[in-house]
């Protein structure tokens, strides 16, 4: 059984909206508020659900900012409008990513507590492997017409 949230949420100004489809009820994910300074000082509350899927709608690729720091294994996706953290991203052949719950005011996981994590100390194969076993598929569709950017290909 699939649970659908079309959508399940949206940035502060609404330019970004995110559809979920998950494997399992929001209860039985684990939300988990990443200790990395970038996510911290935002107070992200993330969640992935690699038998689900996540699609990323906005008017087209402009809408969102893409930062990397660190490893720079990752685009971290913000509104270019409101500054709303929206989800995380690896450049996978099919892109994989974490969303950001808190951000986006998805109110079935409000109540949820979030487990800190820490992944200061990875190697990149190390982070890469963890993500494959553990974030989701991630698409994204602009109401433009404009074909999704590749992931991370600059
Ligand atoms: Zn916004």
């Known amino acids: 059984m699939a649970y659908e949230f079309l959508p399940a949420g949206s940035c502060h100004c609404a330019a970004i909206q995110v559809d979920l489809v998950l494997s399992t009820a929001p ?6 508020a990443c200790q990395c300074g970038f996510c911290w000082r935002r ?3 993330t969640i992935s659900d690699p038998d689900g899927a996540a699609t990323i709608r906005a008017v ?4 969102l900012i893409r930062y990397r720091f660190g490893l720079r294994t990752a685009d971290y996706l913000v509104c270019a409008n409101c ?3 929206v989800a995380a991203v690896q450049p996978d052949e099919l892109p994989i990513g974490v969303i950001n719950v808190g951000g986006l005011g998805v109110p079935e996981f409000d109540e949820l507590a979030a487990e800190p994590v820490d992944y ?3 190697t990149v194969a190390d982070r890469l ?3 494959r076993g553990y974030w989701m598929p991630i698409g994204f569709a602009y ?3 404009a074909q999704p950017a590749p992931v991370g290909g600059r």
Do not use: D, Q
């Not at 209860?27 to 988990?32: A, C, D, G, S, T």
């Open 60 to 63: 087209g690729p402009e809408a």
């Open 120 to 122: 200061n100390g990875e």
């Open 27 to 32: 209860e039985e994910l684990r939300v988990r």
């Open 43 to 45: 107070g992200a509350r």
């Open 129 to 131: 492997a963890r993500r």
């Open 83 to 85: 500054g709303t953290y």
């Open 143 to 145: 109401s433009s017409g």
